[in-house]
């Protein structure tokens, strides 16, 4: 086997060997970037990793955020409303609006539709029960109210059952609050 040794200004000469071994190859490779060391090139390399787990980390968070679907939010939080107190025969479900909100405009005869149907109501033994928070004037009962079931914008629905909060997450429609209702119930 021949080797022939090439030189290029500037650089350190480089042995092309026709059948060589692999150790060879990786010397030529450490030649070529001397002033690398081992754990300089295994900390770069450590880097790109965490680069591209972080990646992924962030596009699987991002990607369930779009995704529009309802999705029932559980809270585990003791409560001390009206459905709370009856041993879990009662489903309280509130909807938390103000006045000046155009959203709360739109959701407030879907509202009623589904309120006239199912008030009072059983659904799978638990007893409906319809609240309304205006939220306009913020008093110390609402505020307390507010804290407490951690409203955020308008409106939002939010059912209590067997000491869970359970997040209405969909446009308010009749369609969509009985199946709410249906589901999680």
């Not at 000046?100 to 589904?114: D, F, L, S």
């Not at 205006?134 to 110390?140: A, D, H, K, M, V």
Request: glycine content about 6%; overall charge positive.
């Amino acid at each position: 086997m021949s080797n022939k040794n090439v030189r290029f200004s500037g650089m350190p000469s480089l042995s092309a060997s026709t059948g060589g071994s692999s150790s060879g190859m990786l010397s030529s490779v450490r030649n070529m970037i001397p002033s690398l060391s081992w754990r300089t090139i295994g900390v770069i390399f450590l880097v790109i990793i965490l680069a591209v787990i972080s990646y992924f980390i962030y596009k699987s968070i991002t990607d369930s955020a779009k995704n529009p679907t309802y999705k029932a939010n559980r809270e585990n939080v003791p409560v001390g409303s009206s459905a709370a107190s009856n041993s879990g025969k009662e489903a309280e479900i509130m909807l938390f609006s103000t006045d000046w909100c155009p959203h709360c405009k739109t959701a407030k005869p879907e509202w009623e539709q589904v309120k006239a149907e199912y008030n009072g109501k059983q659904i799978h033994g638990y007893t409906i029960i319809f609240t309304e928070v205006n939220c306009t004037n913020e008093s110390p009962d609402v505020e307390k109210m507010m804290n407490t079931y951690k409203i955020e914008g308008y409106p939002t629905i939010k059912l209590v059952k067997d000491n869970q909060i359970i997040d209405y997450d969909a446009k308010p429609s009749k369609a969509t609050l009985t199946q709410f209702l249906n589901t999680v119930v």
